[in-house]
């Protein structure tokens, strides 16, 4: 434990927005995801959840099924009131079982929300002119939302950005780096990108476990273009709080890294973030990431090849370091 | 009023938009809720209010009533058109009593202009067919601008966060810190969230009431995350225009303290900010705030207990201060 | 021209935008609304306007009206091509002269088009189906464009503010300052506001008139809230290149005063900018603003007469000012 | 080659987001448009790409022409489905021959799609009934997804601006300076403009071609308002990395030089941003852009000749400096 003692002559930060006691106990502050690993209680469901974030954030198949079960539910009800004021108000129904006539009714009730209003069948009697009346309206009412929800979804500024699953602590300048990496994966480009990087690590102090954090500076924190994969580097000298820190230490340390990303999109011509965190576990100690662009054939572009994200070898790590501290 | 003339060594600001003399009577300047207690005079109605604003800010229910209430209204207003210029301009329509007869063109008025168009009722007449078809354009004109006021109002960014009613002057390194506290209370996460603390206090100038405003330093000003709750801790020490305030300056000064803050929403991929205001009244002097985050049954997750955010003990402070003054 | 000379001493700013010798002879930069007065020529008209630019800064009124000719012209198109396939693909058509033949088929358009499709008339025919295939298609994503214009234009971020007519010279710490004054005028609020002010005076060097520019150094440039008016307020002291003017110097002198201002709005969470200018001809020589707010009857709120924006007094300035400089 | 020697003293940049060899051999990093010049392989086409931007930016006629085939296929797949059902579950139908029959469903497949529902065909039997509702549903949800395209596709913040074709090198305070200029060709202005210039260029460093950057300071790097043309100027000193290029150089030197810019559009009310890359071929040596705006006839406006904006004059340049560097 002997670099514990060492870091806590390093000034940690308090301006994470994460408290020093809120979490100690090998949980992850931030998920893989990047969202705060946090559960609100005490307020009612309606209050806790916008319904437009949870509609915006919902896997594309899920959100079109939900709006197909609306639909449904929507002309059943509506083919209830329609069976109930009678079919007789309806003109055009071809009569017959119950369940022949609440189809009738149910897909009148559909042609009316969705106004194609064939004509085939249509109300006669005043109420159920009436509810038609607001059916119709309700369902134009339905569509413009719709309409917004769909284009809140896919209008929705999104970082369009991988991380390496890993970290790597890599040989870097005869001593070691602390390194991940990130690429774009879509017809999107980046500029101006940012990164911040904070670690997180659970320390004893007066017998009683808390979480300290500190800012880990970069060897380049912001780039013009992100266009090709760029590898964040943490350079591990003396002023860095992961000085001297075994393959055991990383193993056995309760250390969670957390990095954030600003950049501007230009299709979107908006500000996305991206946040990612990287436990204890998904750093690999001694691994260096392989290249992954290289000049295409006719030597006039360059290839970037995104499968290769997360690729490494394992490599050894110049030892004198730990020595160093251990003297 | 010993402190009064103390503070006046202090430097006061001038840029918080509201004038020294503005307000010198006890009312605020800032609503609880964060808007300008100011009124507005001396321009027309329709200039002095954005309709696209108001309709945004109108709650739920209101709205789509008031929708509700525009369809009908026009509906009632073509049928009167219809009417007027003959039912026999119509093909198919059930005549009877003139009840019977304005029905009839209502409904048909409400299904041209939703478009439903059912054809059991349709214009034959040139007049009936000029003026369906120009109901039939404004009926989709109105759906699109719907469209668009749905989308405005739920798109538009908004800080879903939750101040505590109560600020509060609670013990902090050996001396009082002014204190209140947020927490985000729906599925958001906020970033880089800045806030800026203003006192406005009233003081007594060569005889004339007038207002000074100061801004108010704090411990941590600006945070990567705000997931959990965050506690604003404003130190009273020596630099602070409220140093040497007693229980009673707080009851019988006329103080009101606005709070600022600015972050910028993962989701809607925008700035947000919030306001909100603490008049003397809500201030409460010896009393700390209750932690309202522990970790999860599991240890894995961290809960956060919304229904704490205004929870405080009463406790002592410490005497020292106001005595040190007063020597 | 004393005065001439001696600002010639000050520095001068060139990152305006504009010109040393684009605008000197008598013309404005800015023009009163804060568009400049530009012409553009040499590329074609469809290049030279973004007509979605276009249709959101066009007046309400012209928009809707636009919008109804649009709906004209189609029908009309499309009734002529159904005529030119003949009625006879088109049943239920009540035949007669050729203008009743006409409105019919155009009715029928307009039918197709707004997706009403009573059915009374309806295509049977291969070329009328398809065409009305087509039509109905065109109809939908006309009125998906219109949805789209709709909410462009009352979402369009707009800074909703005045500013006073007049920019004063008025008495100021005994010497005198150039004020000008703004306000909110509608029910949103602006953060964050700041201002900057830029002087051009043409001026002649080596015997040709050039344009110079001068940042104008404010009292307050930035303020926290925009709730109330806001009077910008120029010092003329001896860094000020206004220095020494007197009345005669504005009324002969060729200068424009160009104030830019941005500023965060609430409801839209937008930044919103707004310009105006000050040509030579709209400064008055010795007045002063009148105040524009005063506490509610009930003391509890603050009144703004925005009715008062540009009411000021005509008052004597301090005298040796100009005095100073002719020593 | 002996300023490549001599530029290795200056600092190079390695912030741009390019590597050092990731194109060493005469391509571009930025085309022409600003994109840069990179090819991502190894996922998956449809993460590859984000089809909303990829509908964003395609061009209007094809984005036309999509959407019509889509609407044409979806009902050839519906009219299938109808045909395969039976034409005897529709009312209405015209029977005839197959193809007769077949070009009847597809009408009334569109009918429904687009919500029209004439109502001379309508389904009768349950399947043709559930089937058209569906696909009811399904036409309001297409052009609720056409109606969020329409407006990103205009909505979509976009810098609307000019850049020269060519970069010159022309005399400039005795001495030479690279410049390049750009103008807004359309209705709207940009604030607060700002430009970032890098040169890029090709090395060797111990018998390996690597790449370095450069960024290269701007007399004015900022204005307030970008409504006329803006020239660019980097001035060619002792500090530039440039100083001492002869004509010789430039054409046989692997340089590229990358400008970015960012502004604020009024219109949009939102930031914009803009890159260029001008290779090496297209940096003309001896040259002098003409003016390109001038006063108008009534000497009160400006105008801005956008035909002129890459028209420049040969001009001899000031031959002191290649001999400076050779002593």
């Known amino acids: 434990m002997a670099m514990l003692k060492k870091f806590r002559n390093l000034k940690s930060v308090e301006n994470t927005g994460f408290g020093t006691n809120s979490n100690n106990t090998g ?50 009800l509506f083919a209830g009131i329609y069976y109930l004021i009678g079919i007789d108000h309806l003109a055009g129904v071809n009569t017959g079982s119950s369940w022949k006539n609440f189809t009738e009714v149910f897909f009148f009730s559909a042609q009316t929300f969705t106004t194609v209003g064939y004509g085939r069948i249509s109300p006669v009697g005043f109420m159920a002119s009436a509810v038609s009346t607001f059916e119709a309206f309700l369902g134009l009412l339905s569509f413009a939302i719709a309409t917004g ?100 230490d990383f193993a056995n340390t309760d250390l969670e890294l957390m990095a954030f990303i600003k950049a501007f999109d230009d299709v979107y011509s908006n500000s996305v973030i991206g946040r990612t965190s990287y436990h204890a576990s998904e750093i690999v100690y001694g691994a260096k990431f392989r290249l992954m662009y290289h000049p295409s054939e006719d030597k006039r572009s360059t290839i970037l090849d995104l499968d290769k994200l997360n690729v490494f070898d394992h490599v050894p790590l110049p030892a004198s370091e730990a020595a160093a501290i251990a003297n």
Request: charged share 20%; hydrophobic share 45%.
């Open 27 to 76: 949980g992850r502050f931030l998920n893989k995801d990047g969202k705060p690993n946090a559960i609100k209680r005490g307020v009612a469901l309606a209050d806790r959840y916008s319904w437009y974030h949870t509609m915006l954030q919902m896997p594309r198949g899920k959100f079109l099924l939900l709006l197909l079960c609306i639909y449904i539910f929507i002309n059943l």
């Open 149 to 248: 929800l769909f284009y809140g979804r896919f209008a929705r500024p999104q970082i369009h950005l991988r991380f390496s699953k890993n970290a790597l602590i890599s040989p870097y300048k005869g001593e070691t780096a602390l390194m991940f990496r990130m690429s774009p994966f879509k017809n999107n480009s980046l500029s101006e990108a940012e990164v911040q990087l904070t670690l997180a690590i659970s320390t004893e102090e007066n017998g009683k476990v808390v979480d300290k954090f500190f800012n880990l500076p970069l060897e380049i924190a912001k780039i013009n273009i992100l266009a090709m994969s760029w590898t964040i580097v943490h350079h591990i000298n003396e002023k860095s709080p992961l000085y001297g820190f075994t393959k055991e």
